[in-house]
T-cell receptor, first 116, second 114 residues
Framework: DQQVKQNSPSLSVQEGRISILNCDYT??????FLWYKKYPAEGPTFLIS?????DKNEDGRFTVFLNKSAKHLSLHIVPSQPGDSAVYFCAASQNLFSGGYNKLIFGAGTRLAVHP | DGGITQSPKYLFRKEGQNVTLSCEQN?????MYWYRQDPGQGLRLIYYSQIVNDFQKGDIAEGYSVSREKKESFPLTVTSAQKNPTAFYLC?????????????FGPGTRLTVL
């Protein structure tokens, strides 16, 4: 049972426009959400995160929105650049470990292609 | 520079052989993790370790083993019992801080079983 879903396997956006990547989750106990960016044959790079006590977090061109009632979060990239072309993973955190460590549940990823 | 290193980048193995993937971090992180990524899927947790000399099974631990003898090192052994070992393996680490759940990843090792 997928607890974190990214229903769009791919997205194509023109350079300079907005990219919106979506993520849905089913477990209401998730309390922290992260977005990672991944290039082929490389490890994921942390992009931005949001705590469940917030509904928006912004960092430069990247903004993450959280709608807890809908169990939905989205990543907005404005303006989109060709270098943003990568696979984006959504992850949710559930505090299952003692001592403050947490398990990340990842979505399957969305491949973003930004074209000129 | 602080970071996580994994070696080798590419690894080939014959069926029936055990192989060990290296993961080292100099971030002074307490927790370390191993994931595998398969095409079209998210990352799945194999093993994790919160502290030296302690580790726990993740969601797909069968056919894998780990050790954590040093804080900086968390090697993963893929044994011959792993039914489908060909995958991209990622190591990650995180700090002991409940205010952030961010895990930082290494560059990965692609294992191919011939």
């Amino acid at each position: 049972d997928q607890q974190v879903k990214q229903n769009s396997p791919s997205l194509s956006v023109q350079e300079g426009r907005i990219s919106i990547l979506n993520c849905d989750y089913t477990n209401s106990m998730f309390d922290y959400f992260l977005w990672y960016k991944k290039y082929p044959a490389e490890g994921p790079t942390f992009l931005i995160s949001i705590s469940s006590i917030k509904d928006k977090n912004e960092d430069g061109r990247f903004t993450v929105f959280l709608n807890k009632s809908a169990k939905h979060l989205s990543l907005h990239i404005v303006p989109s650049q060709p270098g943003d072309s990568a696979v984006y993973f959504c992850a949710a955190s559930q505090n299952l470990f003692s001592g403050g460590y947490n398990k990340l549940i990842f979505g399957a990823g969305t491949r973003l292609a930004v074209h000129p | 520079d602080g970071g996580i290193t994994q070696s080798p980048k590419y690894l080939f193995r014959k069926e029936g052989q055990n192989v060990t993937l290296s993961c080292e971090q100099n971030l002074n992180h307490d927790a370390m993790y191993w994931y595998r990524q398969d095409p079209g899927q998210g990352l799945r947790l194999i093993y994790y370790s919160q502290i030296v000399n302690d580790f726990q099974k993740g969601d797909i631990a069968e056919g894998y083993s780990v050790s954590r003898e040093k804080k900086e090192s968390f090697p993963l052994t893929v044994t011959s019992a792993q039914k489908n070992p060909t995958a991209f393996y990622l190591c990650a680490s995180s700090i002991r801080d409940r205010s952030t759940d961010t895990q930082y990843f290494g560059p990965g090792t692609r294992l191919t079983v011939l």
